[in-house]
């Protein structure tokens, strides 16, 4: 993964020097900027004029009229600070930060365990990894219209299983006790495949003799799991988990199809209480929306940032 | 390695992918109940008793919605196609002032959260008048594929052998005759990935459709399931029955173009 990831980061030096002077380098240089303008053109008006907007969405008295006359007042952070002295303000991050770390962790640790299991050849590995992949595949709505129903009161398969073992049943989708906790459910279900894949690209990456040598000096097989696997995949662990952090943080069609962020605001993260401010009601509140919004990509881009400096510093090595 | 152990294993794996498919099987086994059967207690665990009234529900109600999903699915693949490929060529073979930071760029791109992109989608779409367009959505969703796109062909770009580049520049052909007769018929492997994906996440997407077409007249599967789900929540077999049918994508790509997919993911491919 982390040959296909970087290797756009670090074009090669332009190492073509003329003898005849610098013009003949500045042609090809012009005419590989012909080639760039269709996807310059592309982010400017769909990437950073969206943000744009956006930006200035929460910097504005926003309403449905205004949006189409355009003549909304400019009220400088009052969103931001409606939004902070919002009762579901810290909810949503504490819900926002518990849905992704909980997320990640069962997500790595399982796929981290399926990808060792995986790495054994035996009769049929090959296929069965592929049909891992199902659940990351299919459209967020068909897992998460599924997973509703799995987990509905009455007639869901789970609290029928949970019934077989004694246990009571579980209102997952409706008390505000269980709501989070069954998103972040199917929201594992959905993330395993994605660990599973990167990490075990980075197990075959792991040159055989030192499992050889750890193998002649008699180590068992955790030993050879804490020594030899852990250490040898610390990299592409670290890209795991940050490019998890980024994507789970963005998590929206899951949850707001499962529960809508409810009840209450009982799992209502950033994302969804965005989506709610701005489109969930007849009585759309754009500005705090947005502002929201603007709060999320500021810890995405974090992230992210940590992600394309870690990317950086392991290619270099 | 003898052969008892390594059948133990594959029992283990047999058992551990049934497990994780059991949601993809109840979907299935949903699909099939009878109306009657759907509020049953303890439920019925295999489909004793097929019904397709599902599916002619999906039949009668869903196929423009099925429609507008597969042109919006090609508008996304073609604009997306259209204008990553050339980058990409620029960006591996060109080497253009301000790659880099482009490059940078187009990696912060893929991790801005899509109900920000949506918001401000919706403010420009309202003004200019594109709201409740299906082509609207083929602009919006293709920015959850053209980074990743550019990004992709890059790296395969990267690694076409110069010389094969110089011997066409001999030749006398320009960088457009060396693009599109040199470049990209040796790039089948990533157009086929990109269009692949491209496909799958603008046929997938549900926030963009949610927020930009709620009210068209030409909206996508995604919207279908989601009106049916809040409209008749007592009909589970007619909603997991146009599940089923919405996971075909997904489905294909499995069985036909499974080694594009591994490719795709392992290149940080992730679906928001």
Same mark, same amino acid.
Do not use: C
């Given at each position: 993964m982390s040959n296909?990831?970087?290797?756009?980061?670090? +074009?090669?030096?332009?190492?073509?020097?003329?003898?005849?002077?610098?013009r003949p380098t500045r042609l090809p240089r012009l005419i590989g900027w012909a080639y760039l303008a269709p996807v310059a053109i592309y982010l400017i008006a769909f990437y950073a004029y969206p943000l744009y907007r956006n930006l200035?969405?929460?910097?504005?008295?926003?309403?449905?009229?205004?949006?189409?006359s355009g003549d909304a007042p400019f009220i400088g952070l009052d969103n931001f600070r409606e939004v902070f002295a919002d009762p579901t303000f810290w909810p949503a991050v504490s819900h926002t930060a518990i849905f992704t770390f909980v997320s990640i962790a069962f997500q790595y640790v399982i796929g981290l365990a399926l990808a060792v299991f995986f790495n054994h050849n035996f009769r049929l590995s090959a296929t069965l990894r592929a049909l891992f992949l199902v659940p990351w595949?299919?459209?967020?709505?068909?897992?998460?219209?599924?997973?509703?129903?799995?987990?509905?009161?009455?007639?869901?398969?789970?609290?029928?299983?949970?019934?077989?073992?004694?246990?009571?049943?579980i209102n997952w989708l409706t008390s505000p006790t269980w709501s989070l906790v069954a998103v972040i459910l199917a929201n594992i279900w959905i993330g395993i495949p994605f660990n599973l894949v990167i990490l075990y690209s980075g197990l075959q990456n792991i040159p055989d003799n030192l499992f050889e040598a750890a193998a002649l000096d008699g180590a068992s097989g955790?030993?050879?799991?804490?020594?030899?696997?852990?250490?040898?995949?610390?990299?592409?662990?670290?890209?795991?988990?940050?490019?998890?952090?980024?994507?789970?943080?963005?998590?929206?069609?899951?949850?707001?199809?499962?529960?809508?962020?409810?009840p209450g605001s009982s799992s209502t993260t950033l994302s969804t209480w965005s989506y709610e401010l701005g489109f969930g009601s007849l009585l759309p509140h754009f500005g705090p929306g947005a502002a929201v919004g603007n709060l999320l990509i500021i810890v995405a881009l974090f992230f992210g940032l940590l992600y394309i400096r870690f990317q950086n510093a392991e290619a270099s090595r | 390695m003898n052969t008892s152990?390594?059948?133990?294993?594959?029992?283990?794996?047999?058992?551990?992918?049934?497990?994780?498919?059991? +949601?993809?099987?109840w979907m299935l086994n949903v699909s099939l109940m009878r109306s009657s059967d759907m509020r049953r207690d303890p439920p019925y665990l295999f489909p004793l008793h097929p019904t397709f009234s599902g599916y002619e529900a999906v039949l009668h109600d869903q196929l423009p919605y099925l429609a507008t999903s597969l042109a919006i699915g090609i508008g996304t693949v073609v604009l997306t196609l259209a204008v990553s490929a050339p980058a990409a060529y620029s960006l591996a073979k060109l080497r253009p002032l301000g790659g880099k930071p482009l490059t940078f760029i187009l990696l912060m791109a893929q991790m801005i959260p899509g109900i920000i992109m949506?918001?401000? /989608?919706?403010?420009?779409?309202?003004?200019?008048?594109?709201?409740?367009?299906?082509?609207?959505?083929?602009?919006?969703?293709?920015?959850?594929?053209?980074? /990743?796109?550019?990004?992709?062909?890059?790296?395969?770009?990267?690694?076409?052998p110069d010389e094969l580049i110089q011997a066409a520049k001999l030749d006398g052909a320009g960088t457009w005759r060396t693009f599109?007769?040199?470049?990209?018929?040796?790039?089948?492997?990533?157009?086929?990935?990109?269009?692949?994906?491209?496909?799958?996440?603008?046929?997938?997407? /549900?926030? /963009?459709?949610?927020?930009l077409n709620s009210g068209g007249t030409m909206q996508p599967i995604t919207l279908g399931i989601y009106k049916y789900i809040g409209n008749n929540n007592q009909e589970w077999n007619s909603i997991m029955a146009?599940?089923?049918?919405?996971s075909v994508p997904a489905a294909f790509l499995l069985v036909v173009a499974q080694r594009y997919v591994a490719a795709g993911v392992t290149a940080g491919a992730v679906k928001d």
């Amino acid at each position: 993964m982390s040959n296909t990831r970087t290797a756009p980061l670090a +074009p090669r030096v332009e190492t073509q020097v003329s003898a005849r002077g610098r013009r003949p380098t500045r042609l090809p240089r012009l005419i590989g900027w012909a080639y760039l303008a269709p996807v310059a053109i592309y982010l400017i008006a769909f990437y950073a004029y969206p943000l744009y907007r956006n930006l200035e969405l929460s910097l504005r008295d926003y309403t449905v009229r205004s949006f189409v006359s355009g003549d909304a007042p400019f009220i400088g952070l009052d969103n931001f600070r409606e939004v902070f002295a919002d009762p579901t303000f810290w909810p949503a991050v504490s819900h926002t930060a518990i849905f992704t770390f909980v997320s990640i962790a069962f997500q790595y640790v399982i796929g981290l365990a399926l990808a060792v299991f995986f790495n054994h050849n035996f009769r049929l590995s090959a296929t069965l990894r592929a049909l891992f992949l199902v659940p990351w595949l299919l459209p967020m709505i068909v897992s998460a219209s599924t997973w509703s129903w799995m987990l509905n009161s009455d007639s869901g398969v789970v609290n029928t299983a949970l019934g077989a073992f004694g246990l009571p049943e579980i209102n997952w989708l409706t008390s505000p006790t269980w709501s989070l906790v069954a998103v972040i459910l199917a929201n594992i279900w959905i993330g395993i495949p994605f660990n599973l894949v990167i990490l075990y690209s980075g197990l075959q990456n792991i040159p055989d003799n030192l499992f050889e040598a750890a193998a002649l000096d008699g180590a068992s097989g955790w030993q050879t799991f804490r020594h030899v696997t852990l250490p040898m995949l610390r990299p592409v662990s670290a890209i795991t988990l940050l490019l998890g952090f980024v994507y789970t943080l963005k998590v929206f069609d899951v949850i707001w199809i499962m529960t809508r962020g409810g009840p209450g605001s009982s799992s209502t993260t950033l994302s969804t209480w965005s989506y709610e401010l701005g489109f969930g009601s007849l009585l759309p509140h754009f500005g705090p929306g947005a502002a929201v919004g603007n709060l999320l990509i500021i810890v995405a881009l974090f992230f992210g940032l940590l992600y394309i400096r870690f990317q950086n510093a392991e290619a270099s090595r | 390695m003898n052969t008892s152990r390594s059948t133990t294993k594959t029992v283990i794996g047999i058992v551990l992918t049934l497990l994780m498919l059991f +949601p993809v099987y109840w979907m299935l086994n949903v699909s099939l109940m009878r109306s009657s059967d759907m509020r049953r207690d303890p439920p019925y665990l295999f489909p004793l008793h097929p019904t397709f009234s599902g599916y002619e529900a999906v039949l009668h109600d869903q196929l423009p919605y099925l429609a507008t999903s597969l042109a919006i699915g090609i508008g996304t693949v073609v604009l997306t196609l259209a204008v990553s490929a050339p980058a990409a060529y620029s960006l591996a073979k060109l080497r253009p002032l301000g790659g880099k930071p482009l490059t940078f760029i187009l990696l912060m791109a893929q991790m801005i959260p899509g109900i920000i992109m949506a918001m401000g /989608f919706y403010s420009i779409f309202l003004n200019v008048g594109i709201i409740n367009t299906w082509w609207g959505l083929v602009i919006a969703d293709s920015t959850l594929a053209v980074p /990743f796109g550019v990004l992709i062909f890059t790296a395969f770009m990267a690694g076409i052998p110069d010389e094969l580049i110089q011997a066409a520049k001999l030749d006398g052909a320009g960088t457009w005759r060396t693009f599109t007769s040199i470049v990209l018929p040796v790039s089948r492997n990533p157009v086929v990935t990109v269009s692949l994906f491209a496909f799958l996440w603008a046929w997938s997407d /549900f926030i /963009f459709a949610s927020t930009l077409n709620s009210g068209g007249t030409m909206q996508p599967i995604t919207l279908g399931i989601y009106k049916y789900i809040g409209n008749n929540n007592q009909e589970w077999n007619s909603i997991m029955a146009t599940a089923v049918v919405a996971s075909v994508p997904a489905a294909f790509l499995l069985v036909v173009a499974q080694r594009y997919v591994a490719a795709g993911v392992t290149a940080g491919a992730v679906k928001d």
